[in-house]
């Protein structure tokens, strides 16, 4: 059997059990960035390639040698990729970092791995996986962290193997593998429950706090809800999947008589290429009763509810959606700002998921009138508004809104054709419906939005593209109302959605952002016109696995509420019911040994049989763990046994003498070296060496090679 002292400290790992659990935590981190959907392919694709690829390169360790050469200089191009992607790209900061990741845990899987490399790809995935947590917050990250438990025991497990295997400047046995192996699978499967109590008492200590606040740079070239519309966006929408929020009726006449619209906020300032608010930062504010319900205004007459409870899981825009014009909002909010137009926000901080009601007025049988707002109408003189909102018509107070009949200083002399040919000398509503049918019959739905070189985005996509994302065809219809004298604006928000049947509730992803428009009609007040086509909205078409979709996101739904959204309130009643479960254990114990010892009536609640209850439980679970504890300290190193440490003590006694083990000679020449310098210790030094080649290598050759 041969025996080797001399093998360095960092030597490669060659088909380790180590290098098996760190490229396992490898994984998990390269899944949890993939499935956030804001890492881009090319570094996603590369990294997964690495991954697969790193199997194949550990069997050439000279390329891996020469890689390793170079180094340095890799390490200096990754740190000035990560700068140009944080500057000049102007990624948000955990985007840059996890490309910088990404770019050198490649590194580590192409190149040589030593144990403190592999320690290095171990820590790079548990970091991707904390980016991972921080980027996006879903209940794929609990399965997630579920499956990083035990391969993080299992890498650290190896780890200390492989340490102790350095400082005895001896390979693990063979014959030892097997056992280890044994003994790491019982340590994986122990840990999950262990690690799921800890969790439990952490989550009932301590509240849950949202992390992935939006940041700039997150929307670029994505689909979503943005308070403003711009039309010299150029390149590809791509469709963003992640959850804006959940709606739900607490009845079906509720849900059918809802339009499939939720506002967000309104755009009547137009510059020729983009929309925003002209009264931004004018609102008013409002403050709840002691019920917490906000009371906007009076219902006017007529009044038909539309009651709403929605859930809002992207709180980063401090937007209230709703449908119709809202009345009443019950919010765990201080303060709840409303603009003019009738748009709801809040100005405090709140960083986890928000569930609210709104109870909104639905005028009939106009499908939405101003958001639902009312106004002194024509041939009604003297029947005042129940609301505040200024009306747009002249003599009216007109005074502040003249912003809804403004023309951008643009060429307008082909849309102002376009608009007489298809409107002729109609009144107000025929002619926004003309002007609405026309866009949805003679445009065509894209997601490309083309280049950002034109000057006239309106004219340019009324007359060459022809096509286009919805804030095109929103932009254009209410130019074109302008230009034909109808005061309009464009609204920004959500249409549709998806009816998720587990769930009982609609929900409304970012793909389903969308941009309309509101005309204000003589005699009738704001109506809502859509010229999008159809055809292109709502949710996505249905696949084979539709059905798993839909539970998967109800399971987001759930984990949300349940982990994401649990606070102060939530925290006190789950203590709560922990008492009242061992209380109601408690009890059962008592009554089951009253019944064993032959009592005839039923022990009460607060009966003194039950006081030793406890201290039973505690006199069987001591024992269990002073045994574990003995077992444990009698097991000693994993790596070595009483020969082994016997063995060591007499090398560090000589080396103190003077006399120290040299890296080049084995066991036994080290030994004769002992015995030809002090022949008294022959009877000691002897069987110390043979039973540590017994106990390492199964044999007490006295002959050894140096390999």
């Keep these: 059997m041969s025996f080797h002292f001399g093998k360095k400290e960092s030597m490669p790992l060659v088909r380790s059990p180590l290098l098996w659990s760190v490229r396992g935590v490898a994984a998990l981190g390269l899944s949890a960035l993939t499935l956030t959907g804001e890492i881009g392919v090319g570094y996603l694709a590369a990294a997964w390639c690495l991954w697969i690829l790193s199997w194949v390169i550990d069997r050439f360790p000279q390329q891996q040698e020469k890689l390793r050469r170079y180094e340095t200089s890799i390490v200096v191009v990754i740190i000035a990729a990560f700068l140009f992607d944080f500057f000049m790209k102007q990624n948000t900061l955990f985007i840059s970092l996890s490309h910088f990741l990404l770019l050198f845990q490649m590194l580590k899987l192409a190149g040589r791995k030593t144990r403190s490399d592999a320690m290095q790809i171990f820590l790079f995935g548990f970091f991707q996986l904390l980016a991972a947590c921080t980027l996006s917050v879903n209940v794929w990250h609990a399965i997630i962290l579920l499956l990083l438990i035990p391969n993080a025991t299992a890498a650290l497990f190896w780890n200390y193997v492989e340490q102790e295997s350095e400082k005895a400047h001896q390979p693990v046995p063979q014959t030892a593998l097997r056992p280890f192996r044994r003994l790491t699978l019982g340590m994986c499967l122990s840990a999950v429950p262990i690690n799921l109590a800890l969790t439990l ?32 966006q150029s390149g590809n929408l791509s469709n963003d999947n992640s959850t804006v929020l959940w709606l739900a009726f607490p009845s079906e006449q509720d849900h059918q008589a809802w339009n499939g619209y939720l506002r967000g906020t309104t755009l009547d300032l137009f510059d020729g290429r983009q929309w925003s608010s002209s009264k931004a930062g004018s609102s008013t504010p409002f403050l709840a009763d002691s019920n917490g319900v906000f009371t906007l205004s009076r219902p006017s007459s007529g009044f038909k509810p539309l009651h709403q409870m929605i859930t809002l899981i992207n709180t980063s825009g401090s937007t209230l959606f709703a449908a119709g014009l809202p009345v009443q909002v019950v919010a765990p909010l201080q303060i709840v700002q409303r603009e003019m ?61 003249e912003e809804l009949l403004q023309i951008p200083n643009i060429p307008i002399t082909r ?263 002090w022949p008294d210790q022959s009877s000691i030094v002897m069987p110390v060496t043979g039973n540590y080649y017994q106990a390492r290598f199964a044999s007490p050759e006295q002959e050894g090679t140096i390999s």
């Design 201 to 232: 008492s952490v989550f009932i200590l301590f509240p849950r706090l949202k992390l992935n606040v939006s940041m700039p740079g997150f929307d670029t070239g994505r689909s979503g809800y943005i308070d403003q519309v711009n039309l010299l």
């Design 341 to 401: 137009s009738g748009c709801l926000h809040w100005n405090s901080a709140w960083r986890r998921p928000l569930r609210y009601q709104v109870l909104s007025d639905v005028q009939t049988p106009l499908p939405l009138l101003g958001g639902g707002w009312p106004q002194a109408r024509r041939g009604s003189a003297g029947n005042q508004s129940p609301l505040p909102y200024p009306s747009p018509e002249k003599g009216e107070g007109t005074t502040g809104n």
């Design 415 to 677: 849309i102002q054709a376009l608009t007489r040919s298809i409107t002729g000398r109609s009144s107000d509503a025929p002619a926004a419906l003309a002007i609405e049918n026309y866009l949805r019959t003679h445009m065509q739905y894209s997601t490309e939005m083309g280049t950002s070189g034109s000057s006239n985005p309106v004219e340019d996509f009324l007359f060459v593209k022809r096509r286009g994302p919805c804030g095109p065809f929103a932009s254009a219809m209410a130019l074109m109302l302008r230009v034909q004298g109808i005061p309009s604006r464009v609204v920004a928000g959500y249409y549709k959605g998806e009816w998720n049947e587990p769930a009982g509730q609609v929900l409304i992803r970012e793909r389903d952002a969308h941009a309309w428009v509101e005309a204000w009609i003589a005699g009738k007040g704001w109506m809502t016109f859509d010229p999008t086509p159809r055809g292109t909205l709502g949710g996505a078409e249905s696949h084979a696995w539709h059905s798993f979709q839909q539970y998967w996101d109800y399971l987001g739904f759930k984990w949300d509420k349940l982990v994401v959204e649990y606070d102060l309130y939530a925290q006190i009643k789950a203590l709560e019911s922990v008492r009242d479960t061992s209380e109601k254990v408690n009890n059962r114990i008592a009554q089951w040994w009253w019944k064993r010892t032959g009592g005839k009536t039923q022990p009460s609640p607060g009966s003194k049989h039950r006081r030793w209850i406890r201290p039973l439980c505690w006199a069987l679970i001591l024992p269990l763990f002073f045994l574990v504890f003995t077992l444990r300290h009698r097991s000693g190193s994993l790596c070595e046994d009483t020969a082994v440490r016997r063995y060591r003590g007499i090398l560090q006694q000589f080396a103190r003498k003077g006399m120290p083990k040299k890296l080049s000679e084995t066991g036994w020449e080290f030994a004769r070296r002992v015995i030809a310098r």
